[in-house]
């Protein structure tokens, strides 16, 4: 398994940035599927963001044009860089691993296997 920790969150104004981190640890994600999710009060958790290991990205509607996401395979490390933040993107981030064997869907929890322990968003208006 994968061991993933995130840092980043925090309080911002609407407008605002902020870039979350994703450390993974315990054996090296570089061929691994990453994808941020979220989670707001009351709400299932969805995909934000992916990015697949061949290189292809992949972003939420909603997200396109605000978030971006990377990987460091140096650094074992996935970001998400999101600007013009709205007070609706409020939620808790996860970062989540996919192995390469999976073969369920990539855009829903159920296709991922590890997890971080997730980090705070809110952006106040």
């Known amino acids: 398994q994968v061991q993933l920790v995130e840092s980043g969150g925090g309080l911002v104004q609407a407008g605002g940035s902020l870039r979350l981190s994703c450390a993974a640890s315990?054996?090296?994600?570089?061929?691994?599927?990453m994808g941020w999710f979220r989670q707001a009060p009351g709400k299932e958790r969805v995909l934000v963001a992916g990015?697949?290991?061949?290189?292809?990205?992949y972003y939420a509607d909603s997200m396109q044009g605000r978030f971006s996401i990377s990987r460091d395979n140096s650094k074992n490390t996935v970001y998400l860089q999101m600007n013009s933040l709205k007070p609706e993107d409020t939620a808790v981030y996860y970062c989540a691993a996919r192995p390469p064997f999976y073969t369920s869907t990539f855009y829903s929890k159920e296709g991922y296997r590890d997890w971080g322990q997730g980090t705070q968003v809110t952006v106040s208006s």
């Open positions: 315990g054996r090296t994600a570089n061929n691994y599927h």
């Open positions: 990015s697949w290991s061949g290189g292809n990205t």
